[in-house]
Structures are given as structure tokens and as C-alpha cells.
């Protein structure tokens, strides 16, 4: 396995409570994978909290690198290149790299802000840490043209509101000392101590919009003006952080071809992995290491490529960069985000971008996503009363809860004599966003709801509750996919990767809610992970082109992007392998599904409505 004329590659992927790797050759081809738990503080007094350690994470990774290694018997200098991915979580140091807390005290059972910008290990607010809710509505109040990027409404869950809410809370004068980094971009600051950002990250996350981009500005007279270094002074002044306009945007990167360094994804960072990343990994100093992307682009870019295959086994021919456009990438874990490319940018309200660059050089992307999917389904199987009885006959079989669930779905159908097991919930309904809805209503303030309870908490009850928590995350899917297609996408089959593409009747559901084939990778938990390792593929290969040298002005990178930008693409084909193709359910029963899930489509967004009403209603009053 370690022959003298391969070549091996890492990928490293930082998700919500875990971090991998992943070993791989140059043809794509899975050695090892290693993942270990990361840590998350909750705040015991605040529920919108979450807060992580980069310190906790690096030693994780870094475990996770000397595992793939060992398993498969691979030295370190045979490696030659890694990439990195992560979620879009807000990293925050000091000018020296030094963690600063980003975490309150806690006292006597209350919380103050005396420990903000020290020294400390929390220093990671995690994507789902909802503590800025204020600062995003201040900043959506603006219609300032940065906002028509990212759906005309900025998440909480993005970076610009998370610095703001440090802004207002942490002292001024610590406040001054902070760097701030997505966590992607401080893995490969980290790893090769060059500062560069890539244009992933600070295109989806952080209010940058690559210049040459025309913006058009809501607020005054609608008019519109080009982005030139990719910062609106008066978009930061305006909500606040007009410091960052004088000091050149240093804190988030700098202004490219002046003091800062933005590369497409891929692009090789820095001289490689310095002295202390390398010994970290156990890999070779100068190792090439590829501009990072957010873990949901790397889902994209570890599936789109697939040729599809049948389930007899027939390979359709590899796609070309320009089918990219039909292929909606869904990474289904925790959440589940939604990426999309086009060849122009769309703006969809409610949905994320559209980002320019932020894979390819002058292609676009749109975001959409749901906050809880995976987290959905554990607590609402967990939660209900019967799940005591359903870890007990998962100990008596040996199978695990789906399998269970999915088997009792099929003998219920089967006693009542109904179609599908969508019969079984068609006076159930559900709507799921039990932690507030990010695409496409951009809305936090949604709820979950349920119809059609009764006095039933037996394990038939609870597999009915899973059944149609399915029905609903399928819902919202076509939800987001119409909403897309309706602004000018042409969205035709969804790539899966993640966790949940193991689920198999939520990806039967996916393709029959959304009449359009479901393609599921090889190993689809491992998409992300080997879409981070063709980013250092993609760097290892344009470091050879370039002979060594680094890519160390703007210059460099935008020469580079225009003579191998869509390099990446034939990476991505070569090291993909094909996908299985779902096919949405045919025949009578399928017809009858399909009618029954069309009217509950008609009801899930009848729900919207009624929710936002009964909300103005409440809101009248209280």
C-alpha cells in the first residue's frame, strides 16, 4: 500500500460535534477514516449557545491524521497534499494567533461579559449559536446591496452579526486585538501560518462580494455600484464596525492586492503545512495545502461529479462542469444544507447567495438549508414516551432504532391494507422548525407544529411521529428546491452526502415528494471528508505546475484562476466514484402516494401562513 509511486492525500473535516480524516490515493480510491468527538460548551443559562475550542478541534484533527496513517500503513511523506473543511463557525484570536474566549462567566447562576477577549479556550462560536438575533436585524434593517448575496436577509448564524454582538459586549480595547477567521480559513492559517482567506468563506459567511460584482442597493433610490476590493466601507460603517473600514479590514483579512490574499478553493496556501502543523499530523513540512471551503461546498464538491449508476449496476458517462448546474448537493447531517451552481447569479429570497467564486472561478452558488434534520429525527424519537420500548428491542435484536421503525411502518401498512406507509400519517401533520426556519423563509422565529394527536403513546404512535418527521424534512426540501427553480435554477436530481443518506425511507420520500432521482454515493458519510481531499489534490497539482513557488500576491491567484480554475472539476471527476440512483416510487401505489404527498405539500405551506398569522394576531395584543 505504501509503494514508492503512489500518491496519498488527507481530508480533514471539522462538523458540529466531531473531527476526520480521511486517507485517500489519487484516484479517490477510501484507505482510512478516522473521526473523534469534539467538544461543545452550552451555556446552562442561555439556550442559543454554543461554543467550541480550536485548541480542542486541532488536537482532534491531528489525532484523526496519525490514525489514517497508522490504519493504513501509510508514512507521512508519502502524503502530498490535504485540504480542509469546517463549519461556518466564527474563530476569533489574537494578532499572534492566541485563542480569545469568546465566552461569558457564569456566577451564581448569572452570566456577565467579563470574560470576553481573554485568554481562554472558548473561542469558537459555533454556526448554531443564535446569541446575535438582535444584530441580524439591525443589519437586515439596512437594505444595504451586500444583503441581495445572501438572500436579502443575513442569518444570524453568519459571522458579520456574531463580530457585531463581540463588538457591543467585549471591551474596546480587546476587542481591537481580535482577528477573526471562519473556521475553514483558520484551520489553513493554522496549518500554514499565511493568513490567506479563501473566497468560500468569505463570500458566504463574512459580507464580501468579490469585486467586479455589481450590487444593487435597496436603500437609496435603487441604484447600483460595482464592488472594487470586495468590503462596502459604508455597508460596516453603517452597522457599526466602521473601525474595520480605517484599518483596512486587517481583522478579516485585509483588502486583496493590497493587504490581503483571497483564494478560490484549492488554490494552494502559503509554502504548505509549517513546521508545527506538520509534526502535528505527522506528514512532511511544505505538504500542499488547498484554500478550505465550508463542510456543506465540500459535500458538493465530494458528489457532483459522480457518474449515475443503476441498480443493475449500468455507469452512466462522468458529467461535464457544465451539468453542474441540474445537481443540487444535499449534505444531511445535524442540518442539512442545500448547493446549487449556476452559470449567472440568481438571487432566491430566503436562500443564501448568490456567491460568486465561492468554487469556481466566475460560476455562482446558492445555500439553502434546514437548521435541524438529523437532531429533528433524534428528538422526536427520543422524546416520545414509547422510545424506553424501542431501545429495548434494539438491545433484543441487535438492529438498530430505522430498521426497527421502518419494520413496523411496513407491518402497520400491511394490517391496515394501505398503500404506503405515507397512508399511515395522511391525517398526521407536521411542521419542522423547531429551531427556526433558514431557507426559504430566512425566518428564526418559526416553530415546530403538529395536527392530528391522539391519546396513543404506544411504539406504533412513534413510529407513525418518525414517519412523519420524514414527510416533513422531505416537504421542506421541495419547499426550497421550488423556490430555486421558480427564480431561474434548473435543479433535476439531488446528490446526497452525510449521515442521513443512509436513511432509506427518508431518501424514497426525498425522490417521490420531489419527482426527481436521489443519487447516493459509495460511501456517502465520507463525501465531505473526500471532497476536502481533493482540495489538496488541487493544490498538490498546481504547486507542481507552479514549481514550488507559493501563490503570494492577488496577482498570482487571479493569473492562476484564469488558466487552471476549472481544474478542480477534473479532479472532482477523476477522484468520484458513481452514484446509485433512487428513482422516485412507480406503479399504483406510487400515483397514490405521490397525490396524497402533493395535498400535504399544499398543506405544509398553508402551515407558514397560518403560524406567521397567528403570530401578528398574538403580537397585537401582547
Not at 458540529?16 to 478516522?34: K, N
Not at 484570536?93 to 457564569?106: A, E, F, K, N
Not at 453603517?238 to 473600514?245: D, F, H, Y
Request: charged share 20%.
Amino acid at each position: 500500500m505504501s509503494d514508492q509511486n503512489m500518491e496519498y492525500y488527507i481530508g480533514f473535516d471539522v462538523g458540529t460535534g466531531s473531527a476526520r480524516a480521511c486517507l485517500v490515493d489519487r484516484q479517490g480510491t477510501l484507505l482510512a477514516d478516522h473521526s473523534i468527538p469534539t467538544k461543545t460548551l452550552r451555556s446552562p443559562t442561555d439556550h442559543r449557545i454554543f461554543e467550541q475550542s480550536t485548541a480542542d478541534i486541532w488536537a482532534a484533527l491531528a489525532a484523526c491524521s496519525k490514525a489514517v496513517l497508522a490504519a493504513a500503513g501509510v508514512s507521512g511523506d508519502k502524503v502530498r497534499g490535504v485540504g480542509f473543511d469546517a463549519t461556518c463557525s466564527l474563530a476569533v484570536v489574537d494578532q499572534q494567533g492566541t485563542p480569545l474566549s469568546i465566552s461569558r462567566s457564569v456566577e451564581g447562576g448569572k452570566e456577565d461579559d467579563a470574560n470576553l477577549g481573554k485568554d481562554g479556550e472558548w473561542n469558537v462560536v459555533l454556526w448554531a449559536d443564535h446569541r446575535a438575533e438582535e444584530e441580524a436585524e439591525a443589519i437586515n434593517a439596512t437594505e444595504e446591496g451586500v444583503l441581495g448575496f445572501v438572500g436579502e436577509t443575513m442569518s444570524l448564524e453568519m459571522e458579520i452579526p456574531k463580530v457585531l454582538w463581540l463588538k457591543k459586549h467585549m471591551p474596546a480595547d480587546r476587542f481591537k486585538q481580535c482577528r477573526f477567521f471562519d473556521l475553514p480559513d483558520y484551520l489553513t492559517y493554522r496549518a500554514t501560518s499565511s493568513p490567506a482567506r479563501s473566497t468560500c468563506s468569505l463570500a458566504c459567511k463574512c459580507s464580501y462580494v468579490p469585486p467586479g460584482t455589481t450590487m444593487k442597493i435597496k436603500c437609496e433610490g435603487g441604484r447600483e455600484e460595482i464592488s472594487t476590493d470586495g468590503w462596502s466601507a459604508r455597508f460596516f460603517e453603517k452597522i457599526g464596525l466602521g473601525e474595520m473600514v480605517g484599518e483596512m479590514f486587517e481583522a478579516l483579512g485585509g483588502v486583496p492586492g493590497k493587504n490581503g490574499l483571497v483564494l478560490t478553493a484549492g488554490q494552494p496556501v502559503g509554502s504548505g503545512l509549517n513546521k508545527a502543523a506538520a509534526a502535528d499530523f505527522g506528514l512532511s513540512e511544505g505538504t500542499a495545502v488547498g484554500s478550505g471551503v465550508i463542510d456543506a461546498y465540500a459535500g458538493w464538491i465530494g458528489t457532483v461529479a459522480a457518474a449515475s449508476k443503476t441498480a443493475d449496476g449500468k455507469v452512466g458517462n462522468k458529467p461535464g462542469l457544465e451539468e453542474g448546474v441540474h445537481r443540487l448537493a444535499a449534505i444531511a447531517g445535524t442540518s442539512t444544507c442545500h448547493i446549487a451552481q449556476s452559470d449567472e447569479g440568481i438571487l432566491v429570497p430566503g436562500v443564501w447567495g448568490p456567491y460568486r467564486d465561492a468554487i469556481f472561478p466566475s460560476l455562482w452558488m446558492n445555500e439553502g438549508g434546514q437548521s435541524s434534520t438529523g437532531q429533528l429525527i433524534d428528538f422526536m424519537v427520543t422524546t416520545h414516551p414509547a422510545y424506553g420500548k424501542l431501545q429495548a428491542l434494539v438491545q433484543e435484536t441487535g438492529k438498530n432504532m430505522f430498521e426497527i421503525l421502518g419494520e413496523r411502518l411496513e407491518s402497520m401498512r400491511e394490517e391496515k391494507g394501505v398503500a404506503t406507509t405515507t397512508h399511515l400519517t395522511m391525517d398526521l401533520h407536521f411542521y419542522p422548525d423547531l429551531h427556526g426556519n433558514r431557507s426559504p423563509l430566512a425566518d428564526p422565529r418559526m416553530k415546530g407544529m403538529i395536527t392530528g394527536l391522539t391519546l396513543d403513546d404506544s411504539l406504533n404512535d412513534l413510529a407513525r411521529k418518525f414517519n412523519v418527521t420524514l414527510e416533513a424534512i422531505a416537504l421542506q426540501t421541495r419547499h426550497i428546491v421550488d423556490e430555486m427553480n421558480s427564480r431561474g435554477h434548473q435543479i433535476n436530481s439531488i446528490y446526497m452526502s452525510g449521515s442521513q443518506a443512509k436513511n432509506a425511507p427518508l431518501m424514497g420520500l426525498l425522490a417521490t415528494v420531489l419527482q426527481m432521482p436521489i443519487l447516493i454515493p459509495p460511501q456517502p458519510s465520507s463525501a465531505v471528508v473526500l471532497g476536502a481531499a481533493m482540495l489538496g489534490r488541487f493544490a498538490h497539482d498546481l504547486t507542481t505546475s507552479r514549481h514550488g513557488t507559493p501563490i503570494s500576491t492577488q496577482a498570482d491567484a487571479e493569473e492562476e484562476k484564469k488558466t487552471k480554475g476549472g481544474g478542480l472539476w477534473d479532479v472532482m471527476s477523476e477522484m468520484t466514484a458513481p452514484a446509485v440512483a433512487i428513482q422516485p416510487r412507480t406503479g399504483d401505489a406510487g400515483e397514490k402516494e405521490r397525490k396524497l404527498l402533493d395535498v400535504k405539500y399544499k398543506i405544509f405551506r398553508e402551515a407558514v401562513e397560518i403560524q406567521r398569522r397567528w403570530r401578528a394576531m398574538i403580537a397585537e395584543v401582547a
